[in-house]
Structures are given as structure tokens and as C-alpha cells.
């Protein structure tokens, strides 16, 4: 078994890893850091968790110590990079946060669209959960896109992490849905820098707790028909475990612990020249934790759903 160190391991993305890691046959959760919960057994701090491990408060000389195969940086933005320079070349490095996503030196690893230079990988950047599932809705028109596609998003307030913010406090957004940087959002910048083509993202939270709608809108530089343009997300995505289309538009709310993307509400302009596309995915699952566990079986050669629930 490969043990697997967690740092900011009582976050939401955190916590998702640990359940996660509990039905995998290869990797083994070796500590879970977290500065609040240190003493506290996982078991009873994380809701299905059964493990007898402590949370446990770890310095970057104890986790250098520690030499776990694989470390989970599951931190808030900015943090990282003191982390893996205590690391060794060897372990594999995983990074939730977006501190790597702009780094060519990191595999980025969105699996569906990178996995063919996956393996072996040590350093790996893992996808911020919009830019996930605007890249999933653009990735079949790309070639085909006339200016910037806007990307409509809303996602429930735990994408906001456990730090109190306006944009995660139920008062401000009970019955509400909040606009939130709504020019030059950080995943703007990394599916424009992935596509390398210009996007625009409007970001909204809302009051509920998981799950992500992003309606993409599109101008094209020549004419779909409705089929064609089902027929590029099929040619994608078919036989992708974790890729699901319908006709219909797919339910934010069927998207909630559900590991994979949805993909559908397909629809197209009279002449042919606008199209619009909708997915839905949980943020802490192939937005975050779902997509982590991907990457890290593809680094380890393993198969890349061990330990994902599918259908
Ligand atoms: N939430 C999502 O939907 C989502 C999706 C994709 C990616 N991400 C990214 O994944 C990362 C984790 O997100 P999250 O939502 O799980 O965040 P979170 O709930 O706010 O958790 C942050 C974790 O980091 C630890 N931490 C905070 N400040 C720290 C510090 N100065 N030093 C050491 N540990 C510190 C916290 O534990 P202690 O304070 O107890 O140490 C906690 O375990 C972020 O970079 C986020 O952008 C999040």
C-alpha cells in the first residue's frame, strides 16, 4: 500500500479525501494535518470517516519526516510551495490549490483532456472546479470558436472553503445568489492559459452547499447543426466513465456526490453561428477530490478509477 499524507486535511476538499481514500485498494491515508483538529480522532471529526488515525498538527520539517509516497496539498491558495520544497523529487506531490496551475514545470492533470502524459508524473496540478467544468463544455468546440465564450457559473457556497466569508455565510445567501469576481476570476485566467484561447467568467454562489452549473455561450466561426454539435461532444466523451451527456439540461442537484460531469441542454441558434452548452459537477468531488484521486492512480500506474464510485 502507498501511504498518503494529507496536509489541511479538516478542509471540505480534505475531508472528501479521506472518505475517499477509505475503498482504495493501493493507497492508504498515512496522517491527516490539520492545526485545528490536531488530537482529534478522524472517525469522529469527518462525517463516514471509520479511521482510528488523530488529526495531527505537522511542521514541514515533521511531514519531510514523514515520508509518505504521495502528499495531498489540500491548503488555501499561496501556501504550497513551502510545503513541497521539503519534499523529495520521488514522492508524488498533488496541489488542490491554484498556486501550480500556471507553473509548466507541474503536470496539470485534468484527466479526460491530459491523461496521455500522466504517468510517472511527481508534480501535479490539480484543476480549479469551474475551470474543470468549463473546459469539460468547451474542450469539443474549441476549434471552433469565434471570441470569447461566455461561461456562466453557480456553485454552492462550500466552494468558498471553510474560512467565514460573506460568499459561505447562510444569512447573506439565503434566498440569494451572490455575483463574485466577476472580472479576472483566478479560472478565467487558468482555462484561457489551458484552451489558449480568450474566455469570460461570471461566477456566482448561491445557498446551497455543493454542486456547480456552468452555462457556456458560444459564438462559432462557421455554422452547427444541433447534431453536429452533439455529435463533437459524443466523439469526445464517449466511453469516459466519468463523462455523462443528456439531451435534456442536466440538474445541478443530481450533480451532488455524484463523482462524474454531466454534460448536456445542447442547443443552437437559427443560423447556426451560437451555441450553448450546459455541465453540472459536485466541486468537491471531480472538481476537487474525484479529480485528485484520478491523477494520483494515473501517476502510480494504477487504474484511474481505483477507489472511485462509478454510475
Ligand atoms: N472547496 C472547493 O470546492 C474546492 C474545489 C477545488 C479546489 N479547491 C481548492 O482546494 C484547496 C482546499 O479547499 P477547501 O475548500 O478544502 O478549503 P478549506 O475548507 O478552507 O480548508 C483549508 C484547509 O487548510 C488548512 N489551513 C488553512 N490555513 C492554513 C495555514 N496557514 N497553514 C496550514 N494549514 C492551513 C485548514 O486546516 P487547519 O486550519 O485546521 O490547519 C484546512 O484543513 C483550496 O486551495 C481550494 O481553492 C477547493
Not at 521539503?86 to 491530459?114: C, K, N, Q
Request: glycine share 10%; aromatic share 6%; with cysteine.
Amino acid at each position: 500500500m502507498k501511504q498518503v499524507g494529507i496536509i489541511g486535511a479538516r478542509g471540505f476538499v480534505g475531508a472528501e479525501l479521506i472518505r475517499a481514500l477509505q475503498g482504495h485498494s493501493e493507497f492508504e491515508l498515512g496522517y491527516a494535518s490539520s492545526r485545528a483538529l490536531a488530537g482529534q480522532l478522524l472517525r469522529r471529526a469527518v462525517p463516514g470517516s471509520s479511521s482510528s488515525l488523530q488529526f495531527e498538527r505537522l511542521t514541514h520539517e515533521d511531514i519531510a519526516e514523514r515520508d509518505a509516497d504521495i502528499v495531498v496539498l489540500a491548503l488555501p491558495n499561496g501556501l504550497a510551495a513551502d510545503y513541497e520544497a521539503v519534499l523529495p523529487d520521488s514522492t508524488v506531490v498533488i496541489d488542490l490549490s491554484a498556486d501550480y496551475r500556471f507553473d509548466d514545470t507541474w503536470y496539470y492533470g485534468l484527466p479526460e483532456l491530459t491523461r496521455a502524459s500522466a504517468a510517472g508524473q511527481r508534480r501535479i496540478s490539480n484543476p480549479g472546479c469551474y475551470a474543470t467544468a468549463m473546459q469539460l463544455a468547451l474542450h469539443p468546440i474549441k476549434d471552433a470558436l469565434d471570441g470569447a465564450p461566455a461561461c456562466f457559473g453557480l456553485s454552492g457556497y462550500s466552494g468558498a472553503g471553510t474560512k467565514k466569508t460573506r460568499y459561505n455565510n447562510s444569512s447573506t445567501l439565503d434566498k440569494n445568489v451572490i455575483p463574485y469576481k466577476t472580472i479576472g476570476h483566478i479560472h478565467e485566467r487558468e482555462v484561457s492559459r489551458q484552451l489558449s484561447k480568450p474566455i469570460h467568467f461570471t461566477p456566482h454562489v448561491t445557498s446551497f452547499f455543493r454542486g456547480i452549473l456552468m452555462t457556456v455561450n458560444a459564438r462559432l466561426t462557421s455554422p452547427l447543426t444541433l447534431d453536429e454539435l452533439q455529435t463533437r461532444y459524443t466523439d469526445a466523451y464517449s466511453g469516459e466513465a466519468l463523462i455523462e451527456m443528456t439531451e435534456d439540461v442536466p440538474m445541478v442537484n443530481t450533480a451532488v456526490g455524484n463523482s462524474g460531469a454531466t454534460l448536456g441542454g445542447f442547443a443552437v441558434s437559427d443560423d447556426g453561428l451560437r451555441c450553448v452548452v450546459h455541465c453540472t459537477l459536485d466541486n468537491l468531488l471531480k472538481g476537487a477530490a474525484t479529480q485528485a484521486l484520478q491523477n494520483l492512480n494515473l501517476a502510480c500506474g494504477l487504474n484511474e478509477h481505483e477507489g472511485i464510485r462509478l454510475g
